[in-house]
């Protein structure tokens, strides 16, 4: 769906798509900072919301005025803005449900969402016989503060923007369905991610919202 732009860093066996770790000043983004995750204090239920310092999605466009048909380029990373490490699924692109995904959501002046042509998604698998806390620890990212991984991609190719102003905002998934098709119970997640040091992120992030322009 359009040009990718990623550089790779090895990651694991789960990586799907390859990204980049790198060190940024914690001052360069204006994020939300609301967040699910597993740690000793929460269970990992994806329904359940908690707010951790220095876990930040964000977002922008590689420009702030298109044309009409002209592709969006969006950046979309997750950023390590704490004092802490926290673990992250070994992989970044866009979609629509998934593991270490970011939905894109468009819309214009008037708050109807624009709808890319494909809206894609899928799960990954996890062996049987592993123990979440332990492949986290063995196959996860260790994001250390100051550091961010993302993905820079074309997107809603084909699809026509009518003159005016857009809104822009991602929603980062990290889903635990593939443990869940294991077998995994809450209960059980729960007790095995009380061992791990660090939390390791899951659920829906929302980022902030960018705006850009479409002219003639």
């Known amino acids: 769906l359009g040009g990718r732009s990623i550089s790779s860093c090895s990651a694991g066996t789960l990586a799907r798509v390859p990204f980049e770790v790198r ?13 699910l995750f597993l ?11 908690s707010e951790i310092p220095g876990v930040l999605v964000t977002v922008a466009t590689d420009k702030d005025v298109y044309k009409p048909n002209e592709p969006i380029e969006i950046r979309a990373t997750i950023l390590n803005g704490g004092s802490q490490p926290f673990y992250v699924f070994p992989a970044a692109g866009f979609g629509y449900h998934g593991e270490g995904v970011f939905w894109p959501e468009l819309s214009d002046k008037n708050g109807k969402e624009i709808l890319e042509v494909y809206r894609i998604g899928g799960h990954t698998g996890v062996p049987g016989n592993a ?3 332990e492949y986290v620890e063995q196959h996860w990212v260790l994001l250390l ?3 961010f991984y993302g993905v820079s991609e074309k997107r809603f190719v084909g699809v ?11 929603t ?3 889903s ?9 119970t809450t209960e059980r997640l729960d007790a095995s991610a009380k061992k791990l040091k660090y ?16 002219v003639q």
């Open 176 to 184: 635990l369905v593939p443990w869940i098709f294991q077998g995994w």
């Open 23 to 35: 060190k940024v000043p914690k001052l360069l983004y204006v994020v939300s900072v609301a967040i």
């Open 172 to 174: 980062y998934r990290n």
């Open 199 to 214: 939390p390791a992120v899951s659920g829906d992030l929302p980022s902030q919202t960018a705006t850009f322009r479409v």
């Open 131 to 133: 123990d979440f806390a």
């Open 160 to 170: 026509k923007l009518l003159p005016g102003t857009y809104t822009l905002r991602v």
């Open 39 to 49: 740690s000793a204090q929460s269970a990992p239920s994806e329904s359940a919301a």
């Open 145 to 147: 503060p100051g550091n």
